[in-house]
């Protein structure tokens, strides 16, 4: 069976930052992990102690992205910043499972 893919004609853009907020328009796929990490390194690298992602419109995420996300909540302590994360009850279990949860900031929505 082949993977899902979330880039449809007319679809929007996977991801958009306003604010500083950082927000998954559509669901977390493979095909559009490596341009997530490269925002996130963007902000990242902006000053000031936290970074926020809304992943309220996420239903799914897959091991790729929560790998990438591990891998960002490392990085972010690292840095000494903390990640504020806001998600919906449909992938909010996922933190809790993976053992996440206990390292970030996390609001379900």
């Not at 341009?35 to 809304?54: H, N, S, T």
């Not at 960002?72 to 903390?82: N, S, Y």
């Not at 933190?95 to 996440?100: K, L, M, N, V």
Request: hydrophobic share 45%.
């Amino acid at each position: 069976m082949a993977a899902k893919r979330n880039d449809a004609a007319g679809a929007k853009e996977p991801f958009s930052v306003e604010d500083g907020v950082l927000r998954a328009n559509a669901d977390l796929y493979w095909n559009h992990l490596e341009e997530f990490e490269a925002v996130c390194a963007r902000l990242l690298a902006e000053p000031g102690g936290e970074m926020a992602i809304d992943l309220t419109d996420v239903n799914f995420i897959s091991s790729s992205f929560l790998g990438s996300l591990n891998s960002l909540l490392l990085r972010a302590g690292r840095m000494r910043k903390r990640v504020v994360l806001t998600v919906g009850q449909d992938v909010g279990w996922l933190f809790e499972i993976t053992g996440s949860r206990r390292n970030l900031d996390m609001r379900v929505v």
